[in-house]
């Protein structure tokens, strides 16, 4: 049940950060047109991307491409140790990660939540709430180390990583 819900929001949130990439594309893009063409820029372009979709796009993806095998790693054991040690080395590949991005999501929720709580604005062509823009890096993060704690503590998954 929980794998199932897990997957659910890894999938919706991923799909929320490919489609920031292609409104990156298309801001960008039509930016550049605009500018040659009609000589107008998209006024929103460069805040729109630099607050909202860039860190959508990064962080939002982490768990589902995490749970597809499809991040990077820097390996310096090997993947399957036998017995107990092993068994805790395998635990600890998950467990450590966690670790770091647990506080990473506590310490951008607090920012975050400071932001949303003082109503931060960036000012610009249009009032940006920044605590919003914020609130990507710890929802990312979060679910990310919702994945690394479940496929840690499930006996199952933590036997084949």
């Not at 768990?63 to 092993?86: I, Q, Y």
């Not at 931060?120 to 914020?134: F, H, I, M, R, T």
Request: hydrophobic letters at 55%.
């Amino acid at each position: 049940m929980l794998e199932k819900v897990l997957s659910k929001v890894e999938d919706a949130l991923h799909l929320a950060g490919c489609l920031s990439l292609v409104a990156v594309a298309v801001l960008i893009n039509g930016d550049i047109l605009l500018r040659l063409i009609a000589n107008r820029p998209v006024q929103i372009q460069f805040e729109l991307t630099e607050l909202y979709l860039m860190p959508a796009l990064a962080t939002l993806s982490l768990s589902r491409v995490f749970r597809d095998g499809g991040h990077l790693a820097l390996e310096f054991t090997p993947e399957r140790l036998p017995g107990a040690f092993g068994a805790v080395i395998s635990k600890l590949r998950l467990l450590l990660p966690a670790a770091f991005f647990a506080a990473v999501t506590i310490m951008s929720g607090k920012f975050a939540f400071g932001a949303i709580a003082h109503g931060d604005v960036e000012y610009g062509v249009v009032d940006w709430p920044l605590g919003w823009a914020y609130a990507l890096i710890p929802l990312g993060c979060g679910v990310l180390v919702l994945r690394l704690l479940h496929d840690a503590l499930n006996p199952r998954v933590a036997a084949d990583t």
